[in-house]
């Protein structure tokens, strides 16, 4: 017999009525995914589903695997969920003919997998809404924003130095990469909004990101320690895995990793797992001098970026948890186990 997921639930949590409503709206449980949807002429958006090496095409048949897997308590909006998942025959990727494929590959050694993957996404569904809501009211941040602005004024300083074809690559990586990401628009490029930075978010972590991904471009096997002293005589252990080690694919943390367990059990939201992105990033951060709130106000760029302004349909987005675990090795107070005062706080100090 498969094993039963109890290990990501905790006795007294009950699931959230309208779980199945959260998750499943407009075919997918990431709404920035389903904003970019609505923005497509209303299709859906959906991800492919792998185990074991092979697509999954009938949910039915998928839920009959998983079905002893699941705490019947969920068994409603975990049906629902992956009834959304499960891409349906002809339906792959077509604009406006119903259905968009968004090109996620989330993929699972076996169905036991997907079991605690699907639970995990319906315990997390109301703190995902709460998430959205939060990025919402961060997004004009005033505190953010100056942060951002001090932070992108050390930047240029540092590389004001490098010749044209360095910063021509800076630009090329905007040019290459960011249209997939979101709507920016750096009228006169990244060098220049160094220099005249705007008067808000999304454009602002553009340009440091381009500078990042050209500064880091060589780095992509960078390593994320994960110090985990555990809770009740868990996880105790110190690793220095890489981040790809740590997921099936990019859009799959494995969900036998003590970090996913650890974040399933405490219900919060995960995407695209721990951010290499912002890693990077915040190593830039440290590199040019940054200040304790420089750095926290990144991290909250980041979150407001993803949550918001990312509209790249071939990944998921990075959710809070993601991020500022990341912000933990360069400073910044955050512990899983107290993910949800953390949100009530950056909310009250920051919006």
Do not use: C
Request: net charge positive; no cysteine.
């Amino acid at each position: 017999m498969r094993g039963n997921v109890r290990l990501g639930y905790i006795p007294g949590m009950a699931p959230r009525a309208d779980a199945p409503a959260l998750l499943s709206r407009n075919g997918f449980p990431s709404t920035i995914l389903q904003r970019q949807a609505i923005r497509s002429g209303g299709t859906v958006v959906q991800r492919k589903v792998i185990v074991n090496g092979g697509t999954l095409w009938s949910y039915a048949n998928a839920w009959r695997q998983v079905q002893a897997d699941i705490p019947r308590e969920y068994h409603a909006a975990a049906y629902s969920l992956l009834r959304s998942w499960v891409l349906k025959p002809g339906e792959i990727s077509v604009w406006g003919l119903g259905r968009v494929w968004s090109g996620t590959e989330h993929t699972y050694a076996d169905y036991n997998e997907l079991a605690r993957a699907l639970v995990g996404e319906v315990r997390a569904a109301g703190n995902l809404q709460r998430e959205t809501r939060v990025a919402s009211r961060l997004y004009n941040s005033n505190w953010v924003i100056q942060r951002l602005q001090s932070l992108m004024g050390k930047i240029y300083n540092h590389f004001r130095g490098r010749d044209q074809n360095w910063w021509s690559a800076v630009q090329g990586n905007w040019r290459g990469a960011w249209g997939y990401w979101g709507p920016t628009s750096l009228v006169g490029g990244v060098l220049a909004t160094l220099q005249r930075p705007y008067n808000d978010i999304k454009n602002n972590f553009a340009a440091i990101r381009m500078v990042s991904l050209q500064v880091f471009r060589a780095a992509r096997g960078m390593q994320v320690n994960q110090r985990r002293g555990g809770r009740d005589g868990g996880y105790q252990q110190i690793v220095a895995p890489r981040i790809d080690a740590m997921r099936r694919n990019a859009q799959s943390p494995r969900e036998d990793w003590f970090w996913t367990r650890e974040a399933r059990e405490a219900g919060v939201p995960l995407g695209a797992g721990p951010s290499t992105t912002l890693n990077h990033m915040f190593s830039l951060a440290q590199t040019v001098g940054a200040t304790a709130d420089e750095i926290r106000a990144l991290g909250l760029a980041g979150f407001v970026f993803f949550n918001q302004n990312y509209s790249w349909l071939a990944a998921d987005p990075h959710r809070l948890h993601e991020i500022f675990d990341i912000a933990r090795q360069y400073g910044i107070d955050y512990d899983v186990s107290q993910y949800g005062d953390f949100l009530t706080d950056i909310e009250r100090r920051y919006a």
